[in-house]
C-alpha cells in the first residue's frame, strides 16, 4: 500500500507531464493533420490564390493595352483635327479681314455723306447768314440815317449811309 501510496503520489506530483499514449496520438494526430493540409486542404487555396493573381495580371495588361489604344486613337484624331482647324483658322481670318473691309467701305461712305452734309448745312448757314446781314444792313442804314439826321440836324440820304454800314458790316464779317 505504501507502494501505492508513493506511485500515486508521484503521479499526482507531476501532472504536466505527458503520458507516452498521449505523446503517439497527439504525434499521429499532428502528422495527418499536416498530411491532410498539405495535399488535400491548401492546394486549392493555393490555386485559387495563383488563380487571381494571373486574372489581376491579364486585367493590367488589358487596361495596359486599352490605354495604349486610347494614346494611339488620340493621336489620330488629333493628327486628323490638325488640318481641318488650321483651315477653320483661315476661314475665321478671312472672314475678319473681309468684315474689316465691309467695316471700313461703310464709315467712309457714311463719312461721306457727312461731310456732304455738313457742307450743305455751312452752304445753307453762309446763305441764311448773307441774307439776314443784308435785310440787316438795309435797316441799319435806314436807322443810322435817321439818327444821324437827328444828331446833325440836317437830312441825310440813306444810299450813302447803305455804303458806310455795308463796308463797316464787312469789315467785322
Known sequence: MLLLAAESAEEAANPIL?????????????????????YVLLPPVQRTMEDRDQALRDEWDAAKAAEAKVANADAVVADALAPA????A?????ARLEAEAERSQIIGGAQTEIDAMRQLATAEIDAA?????????????ELTA????????RPVDAASAMGVVNRIISERG
Do not use: D, K
Not at 497527439?26 to 491532410?36: K, N, Q, R, T
Not at 482647324?85 to 477653320?88: D, F, I, P, S
Open 18 to 38: 505527458p503520458v507516452i499514449p498521449e505523446m503517439f496520438w497527439g504525434g499521429l494526430m499532428f502528422a495527418l493533420f499536416y498530411l491532410l493540409m498539405r
Open 85 to 88: 482647324r488650321a483651315e477653320a
Open 90 to 94: 483661315q476661314i475665321i481670318e478671312a
Open 129 to 141: 447768314r448773307t441774307e439776314a446781314m443784308s435785310g440787316v444792313g438795309s435797316h441799319v442804314a
Open 146 to 153: 435817321q439818327a444821324t439826321s437827328r444828331v446833325i440836324n
